[in-house]
T-cell receptor, first 111, second 115 residues
Framework: QKEVEQNSGPLSVPEGAIASLNCTYS??????FFWYRQYSGKSPELIMS????GDKEDGRFTAQLNKASQYVSLLIRDSQPSDSATYLC???????????FGRGTSLIVHP | DAGVIQSPRHEVTEMGQEVTLRCKPI?????LFWYRQTMMRGLELLIY????????DSGMPEDRFSAKMPNASFSTLKIQPSEPRDSAVYFC?????????????FGQGTRLTVV
């Protein structure tokens, strides 16, 4: 089993809709979780971090964490074409300070 | 701060040649990571340093790969000799250990093509 798993997509949503991106991880002691956005040909850019169970909101983005289910998600409200990118989930596995990345989910927001 | 700075941005080299990638982390950060990204394998951790000391190089694919961090503001990743299968985007990232808040920030990457 891979340590951090994401559906590769692509996930296609219409402009203005909510995009829901999901990630599961294998190690129960993991404490730190991150979402990165990567545009084609660019480097990963941190958009959200979450450390506690529940929801964390930042503008149009909401990260959700459920440690019991080993599941972290990212919701993007009012999706825009400029949100089209690959979204990478990263987990500091085993309580370390070392991010392990999923393969990423490609999001396409069509007008 | 200017962020993590990598050079060169692009490198094209012939098989068998030595390649050196360079990274300047964010000032004050105590962790430095080298990742490689390919379509087939995604973003893989090659090696990381803590306070300039290499901690885990288990991700380095072969002895042809080596990395150094002679001081807190500079690191290199060297491939000698290079092979076509080394073609990928290599990212350097850095972070600061402060409790659980250890977000890693990436450089712009070096796109390596070995022909």
């Amino acid at each position: 089993q891979k340590e951090v798993e994401q559906n590769s997509g692509p996930l296609s949503v219409p402009e203005g809709a909510i995009a829901s991106l999901n990630c599961t991880y294998s190690d129960r002691v993991s404490q730190s979780f991150f979402w990165y956005r990567q545009y084609s040909g660019k480097s990963p850019e941190l958009i959200m971090s979450i450390y506690s169970n529940g929801d964390k909101e930042d503008g149009r983005f909401t990260a959700q964490l459920n440690k019991a289910s080993q599941y972290v998600s990212l919701l993007i409200r009012d999706s825009q074409p400029s949100d089209s990118a690959t979204y990478l989930c990263a987990v500091n596995i085993g309580g370390s300070y070392i991010p392990t990345f999923g393969r990423g989910t490609s999001l396409i927001v069509h007008p | 701060d200017a962020g993590v700075i990598q050079s060169p941005r692009h490198e094209v080299t012939e098989m068998g040649q030595e390649v050196t990638l360079r990274c300047k982390p964010i000032s004050g950060h105590d962790y430095l990571f080298w990742y490689r990204q390919t379509m087939m394998r995604g973003l893989e951790l090659l090696i990381y340093f803590n306070n300039n000391v290499p901690i885990d190089d288990s991700g380095m694919p072969e002895d042809r790969f080596s990395a150094k961090m002679p001081n807190a503001s500079f690191s290199t990743l060297k491939i000698q000799p290079s092979e076509p299968r080394d073609s990928a985007v290599y990212f350097c990232a850095s972070s600061y250990h402060q409790g659980a808040g250890t977000e890693a920030f990436f450089g712009q990457g070096t796109r390596l093509t070995v022909v």
